[in-house]
């Protein structure tokens, strides 16, 4: 299977901080992979890292099969370091991937279709073409009679469904999600999951930081386990949930069932 997206060899430290500490990852088109690992592990770094919203120290990021504007020189341990990149070719590799944020991180002052058509409009989308792709992702997460409103008007589980209509806006390679779930009141969390499940059913490469096991062992194919950085073990969810290998993750397990 062709991988969607691959990261290579990814480092990022903040100060002496390692954080992220030579991750290997390879998504595979219309896989789903669920990262879990204790709070301050590195996911959302990892995460923010795939986007280019964090830039890697070391590593580099494949999207679509094009290591898109990563320039390489090989350091002296033989990993590939960034170099600077230009603006652009960050910005190209990043329409490709979508974003979905703990706390959704909307406009405030754009209503949900607005929110969803911004992006292809500054992308260079005519904007009646945007709003009629906006207007049915908005649809299709099951808010395709909320377009006009703004997101203080919306429940915590509407505004993350608009977030993840943005997120598809300009049909990204893969989508990934990190902890998309957790700002919001329980009874808001079955709304967003089923949302993210019709994702995953349909066929979109995703990438989702969770600690809802139950919902990790329904959608994933792959399960990678973080820790100080690492990954520690990956698997399919049987593996990793059912049969974990190391005592770091059984103990994470054991604390969030
Ligand atoms: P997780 O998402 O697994 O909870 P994070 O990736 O957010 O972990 O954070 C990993 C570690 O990196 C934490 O110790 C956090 O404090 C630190 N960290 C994250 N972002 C920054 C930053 N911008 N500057 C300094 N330290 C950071
Ligand atoms: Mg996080």
């Known amino acids: 299977m062709s991988a969607a997206i691959s990261i290579h060899g990814a480092v990022k430290a903040f100060g002496d901080t390692v954080v992220v500490d030579g991750v290997d ?12 690992g ?7 770094t990892l995460l923010r890292a795939i986007n280019h919203l964090e830039p890697l120290d070391r590593g580099v990021v494949t999207v679509g099969g094009e290591t898109i504007g990563v320039r390489l020189r090989t350091g002296r341990d033989g990993i590939p370091r960034y170099k600077e990149l230009p603006e652009r070719l960050i910005l190209r590799q990043r329409s490709r991937i979508g974003f979905v944020f703990q706390h959704f991180n909307l406009f405030p002052h754009l209503t949900a279709l607005e929110n969803v ?3 292809p409009i500054a992308a260079g ?5 945007a709003r009629d792709r ?8 099951g808010l395709g009679d909320r377009g006009d409103t703004r997101p ?11 977030a993840i209509a943005r997120a598809l806006a300009l049909e990204p390679s893969v989508v990934l999600l990190d902890e998309p779930t957790s700002a919001l009141d329980p009874e808001l969390v079955g709304e967003v999951l089923g949302v993210i499940r019709g994702l995953a059913d ?14 990790a062992r329904e959608v994933a194919d ?3 386990f973080l820790d100080h950085g690492r990954v520690v073990e990956q698997g399919s969810p049987a593996q990793v949930l059912d049969d974990p290998q190391h005592a770091r993750t059984r103990d994470f397990l054991s604390r969030v069932r």
Request: hydrophobic share 45%.
């Open 152 to 162: 203080r008007q919306l429940s915590g589980g509407q505004q993350q469904r608009v």
């Open 222 to 224: 792959h399960v990678v």
């Open 125 to 129: 989308v005519p904007r009646a073409v």
């Open 38 to 44: 204790p709070s301050g592990s590195g996911k959302s």
């Open 134 to 141: 906006a207007a049915a992702l908005l649809e299709r997460v």
């Open 25 to 36: 990852l390879s998504l595979p088109s219309g896989s789903v992979t669920v990262v879990l």
């Open 117 to 119: 058509a911004e992006g």
């Open 202 to 215: 349909t066929g979109t490469t995703l990438v989702i930081v969770t600690h809802e096991i139950a919902f």
